[in-house]
């Protein structure tokens, strides 16, 4: 039976439990973007999710025509910046955590906060033609979630590519390089999605969560502790430029942004 959270407060999300799975599904349009409601509504609904012992697996989607295009630029001022960080990577650091299979379901764009939600789930599956990318140094700034994880995933080269050029990849390329789990058509994507949800739904809930602990044991503590640290560097230095705030404001004004290389 599915049935769906009545809280008011998801004006950003849904969040619809169909038996042991939590179908959560960004809601922003016209690309998800993120924003701090976007992501006080996705903590708020991963806790409650991860509370809940009868769900084991949760799957994240966008609504319309995106996954999401990342996290709002706005959000990025030098007043807000702190509390979107830290507000973001607790959503991040709650999917790292979650006992829970997360499954990400991605179609049309899939950049920088949205590449790095999708990213850490467990299992990614995307369309064929999906923008793969963390587009955050054309601003002057760089992704930490990324910068700490995305090496492990796809290999050194690879992410310094992807973080350092800024760079777009297909879906496809994302599957051939480990990003994502499986490519298909768009037309696919939902079916491939409800059959990896099937094999789960079949497997013991209690043997998939030790498992997935077991699995990440050794990451997730390098994941902590370079994550605090990307962190650090993003306050402490990123945001100290001069460059990093003109990428931010141009973009913002839509015109070109003139470095200084301060």
């Given at each position: 039976?599915?049935?769906a959270?009545?809280?008011?407060?998801?004006?950003?999300?849904?969040?619809?439990?169909d038996?042991?799975?939590?179908?959560?599904?960004?809601?922003?349009?016209?690309?998800?973007?993120?924003?701090?409601?976007?992501?006080?509504?996705?903590?708020?609904?991963?806790?409650?999710?991860?509370?809940?012992?009868?769900?084991?697996?949760?799957?994240?989607?966008?609504?319309?025509?995106?996954?999401?295009?990342?996290?709002?630029?706005?959000?990025?001022?030098?007043?807000?910046?702190?509390?979107?960080?830290?507000?973001?990577?607790?959503?991040?650091?709650?999917?790292?955590?979650?006992?829970?299979?997360?499954i990400?379901?991605?179609?049309g764009?899939?950049?920088?906060?949205?590449?790095?939600?999708?990213?850490?789930?467990?299992?990614?599956?995307?369309?064929?033609?999906?923008?793969?990318?963390?587009?955050?140094?054309?601003?002057?700034?760089?992704?930490?979630?990324?910068?700490?994880?995305?090496?492990?995933?796809?290999?050194?080269?690879?992410?310094?590519?992807?973080?350092?050029?800024?760079?777009?990849?297909?879906?496809?390329e994302?599957?051939?390089?480990?990003?994502?789990?499986?490519?298909?058509?768009?037309?696919?994507?939902?079916?491939?999605?409800?059959?990896?949800?099937?094999?789960?739904?079949?497997?013991?809930?209690?043997?998939l969560?030790?498992?997935?602990?077991?699995?990440?044991?050794?990451?997730?503590?390098?994941?902590?502790?370079?994550?605090?640290r990307?962190?650090?560097?993003?306050?402490?230095?990123?945001?100290?430029?001069?460059?990093?705030?003109?990428?931010?404001?141009?973009?913002?004004?839509?015109?070109?942004?003139?470095?200084?290389?301060?």
């Open positions: 039976m599915s049935t959270f009545t809280d008011a407060r998801l004006t950003r999300i849904s969040c619809e439990i038996g042991a799975i939590a179908r959560i599904v960004l809601r922003n349009p016209p690309l998800n973007v993120i924003d701090v409601a976007t992501m006080e509504e996705l903590a708020r609904s991963l806790a409650e999710t991860e509370a809940r012992s009868d769900i084991s697996v949760i799957v994240l989607s966008g609504a319309g025509k995106a996954f999401s295009a990342g996290v709002d630029v706005a959000a990025h001022s030098a007043d807000k910046v702190e509390e979107m960080l830290s507000k973001f990577h607790a959503v991040i650091r709650a999917l790292v955590a979650s006992a829970k299979v997360t990400a379901s991605v179609h764009l899939c950049l920088g906060g949205g590449a790095e939600l999708a990213m850490v789930c467990d299992l990614a599956y995307t369309t064929v033609e999906a923008e793969w990318g963390f587009p955050e140094i054309r601003l002057a700034c760089f992704p930490p979630v990324a910068c700490t994880a995305l090496a492990a995933v796809i290999g050194q080269k690879r992410a310094a590519e992807m973080i350092l050029t800024g760079s777009s990849i297909t879906g496809r994302a599957a051939e390089s480990g990003l994502a789990t499986r490519a298909v058509d768009e037309k696919h994507l939902d079916s491939a999605v409800q059959t990896a949800v099937s094999q789960l739904q079949r497997l013991s809930p209690a043997a969560r030790v498992a997935k602990k077991a699995s990440y044991a050794w990451d997730s503590m390098h994941f902590d502790k370079g994550l605090a990307a962190e650090k560097i993003y306050f402490d230095d990123l945001m100290k430029t001069a460059d990093a705030h003109e990428g931010i404001r141009a973009f913002l004004e839509k015109r070109s942004p003139k470095w200084s290389g301060k």
